[in-house]
């Protein structure tokens, strides 16, 4: 099964942001922040953002063969897991 996630045309992305396209909780992504799994920068000194492509990179690695990256630039920012 193809599954559609659409990712807004930004660059950067609020952790909770992450959460919601990815149907993951929140807290995951504050994991793979910590583990290093997913980059992230800091904004301030309180503010955490996720570079969009740091997550395209962890959503390829986690799911190689997954992802159609040729799709995520025609379909302007859609990214396509097989689930």
Request: aromatic share 4%; net charge positive; proline share 4%.
């Amino acid at each position: 099964m193809t599954e559609i996630i659409a990712l807004p045309n930004k660059n950067l992305f609020a952790p909770v942001e992450v959460s919601t396209h990815l149907g993951v909780a929140v807290s995951t992504v504050y994991n793979w922040i910590e583990s290093g799994e997913l980059k992230a920068v800091r904004v301030g000194k309180k503010l955490i953002r996720v570079r969009r492509v740091d997550l395209l990179e962890m959503v390829t690695v986690s799911h190689p063969g997954e992802v159609d990256l040729d799709g995520i630039r025609e379909a302007g920012g859609f990214v396509k897991l097989m689930r």
